[in-house]
């Protein structure tokens, strides 16, 4: 079966720190991955989505970025922390090769910049 | 563009209590429609989806039903357990691709027993 792991669980960081979160998918080949960003009392946000190695679509433009070195590893990164950064970021995978494959979801990352 | 909307949370029910929690859309095609649950410390899991007018999608005893005249999709239970306390996220998808999701804000509910 698929599993998606992403680390760490909770992060605390100052500002103007960097960021590396990471995120890995278990089970299946070639899935589409996502990173969302949820913020206090808000909905989802999706910051960028990837639909193979090193291709990368980024739908808000911010201070974040994100890679994918390997086919089920995506990874979020900031070179210096805003405050505005803090959140819950989920990752997520979908087959998407069927309309309306769901959103697989990580468990997230509680991150608090300081 | 399309967007959700939520009934705003907290709710807070006690054991066996019916539940409903509102979403209504604006969109400009014939969307697919979801509902997903977090619960506390976890991400989001899909509870259940519907892909055209007048179906309905259920699982764990919770239903929705996709109301084009009234562009709705209300989550409902006819009677909640402690274990069903999470936040819940309605969320629409024009084109059924995942990228393309619009999620509302979310709704805390807090079952007590």
């Known amino acids: 079966s698929q599993t998606i792991h992403q680390w760490p669980a909770t992060l605390v960081q100052p500002v103007g720190s960097p960021l590396s979160l990471e995120c890995t998918v278990e089970?299946?080949?070639?899935?589409?991955l996502y990173w969302y960003r949820q913020a206090a009392g808000r909905g989802l946000q999706l910051l960028f989505y990837?639909?193979?190695?090193?291709?990368i679509s980024s739908e808000v433009p911010q201070n974040l970025s994100a890679s994918r070195p390997q086919d089920r590893q995506f990874i979020l990164s900031s070179k210096k922390l805003l405050l505005s950064d803090s959140g819950f970021y989920l990752c997520?995978?979908?087959?998407?090769?069927?309309?309306?494959?769901?959103?697989?979801f990580g468990n997230g990352t509680r991150l608090t910049v300081t | 563009g399309d967007s959700v909307t939520q009934m705003e949370g907290p709710v807070t029910l006690s054991e066996e209590a019916f539940l409903t929690i509102n979403c209504t859309y604006t969109?400009?095609?014939?969307?697919?429609l979801f509902w997903y649950v977090q619960y506390p410390g976890e991400g989001l899991q899909l509870l259940l989806k519907?892909?055209?007018?007048?179906d309905k999608g259920s699982n764990k005893g919770f239903e929705a039903t996709y109301r084009k005249e009234t562009t709705s999709f209300h989550l409902e239970k006819g009677s909640v357990q402690v274990s069903d306390s999470a936040v819940y996220f309605c969320?629409?998808?024009?084109?059924?691709?995942?990228?393309?999701?619009?999620f509302g804000s979310g709704t805390q509910l807090t079952v007590l027993p």
């Open positions: 997520a995978w979908t087959g998407d090769r069927l309309r309306n494959s769901p959103l697989h």
């Open positions: 089970g299946t080949s070639n899935p589409n």
């Open positions: 990837s639909v193979g190695i090193g291709q």
């Open positions: 969109a400009t095609g014939y969307p697919s």
């Open positions: 519907a892909t055209k007018a007048d």
């Open positions: 969320a629409l998808s024009e084109s059924g691709s995942a990228r393309q999701l619009t």
